[in-house]
């Protein structure tokens, strides 16, 4: 991911595909696309592919944005979340970006802030 000391902006053309390692510095999995609001301009989750291997048997699951933090020294994000965390995380259905339901059940369970508030 390219990025300036100076710059606090980024695309989100570089954003997919950055790596996101856990806090112990193994590498967990990487972004496959961000979600935003479009009333708010926030973005809300980082789509994140875990696991599989050359793309095969990968698994996707959003991540509340704020539960990620840039790091310069990895030229990637590091959480804290868990292996375990994304695998007890609620069900979610083809429409849970619309479900504003479970979209609180997921920031609750990662402890993250409600991004609409």
Same mark, same amino acid.
């Given at each position: 991911?390219?990025? &300036?000391? $100076?710059?606090?902006?980024?695309? &989100?053309?570089?954003?997919?595909?950055?790596?996101?390692?856990? #806090?112990?510095?193994?590498? =967990?999995? $990487?972004?496959?696309?961000?979600? =935003?609001? !479009? %009333? $708010?301009? !926030?973005?809300?989750?980082?789509?994140?592919?875990?696991?599989?291997?050359?793309?095969?048997?990968?698994?996707?699951?959003? =991540?509340? @944005? $704020? !539960?990620? +933090?840039?790091? *310069? *020294?990895?030229?990637?994000?590091?959480?804290? =979340?868990?292996? %375990?965390?994304?695998?007890?995380?609620?069900? #979610?259905?083809?429409? @849970?970006? *619309?479900? +504003?339901? @479970?979209? #609180? #059940? *997921?920031?609750?369970?990662?402890?993250?802030?409600?991004? @609409?508030?």
């Amino acid at each position: 991911m390219e990025h &300036s000391t $100076s710059a606090s902006l980024v695309s &989100s053309a570089n954003v997919n595909g950055t790596d996101v390692y856990g #806090r112990d510095g193994s590498h =967990i999995g $990487s972004i496959d696309h961000l979600m =935003i609001d !479009k %009333q $708010s301009g !926030k973005v809300a989750y980082a789509v994140m592919g875990f696991g599989g291997f050359l793309g095969m048997g990968e698994e996707h699951h959003p =991540i509340p @944005w $704020s !539960k990620l +933090r840039y790091d *310069t *020294t990895k030229d990637g994000f590091v959480t804290d =979340i868990s292996e %375990q965390d994304v695998k007890g995380a609620p069900d #979610r259905t083809d429409s @849970w970006h *619309t479900d +504003r339901d @479970w979209e #609180r #059940r *997921t920031h609750d369970h990662y402890g993250a802030p409600l991004y @609409w508030l």
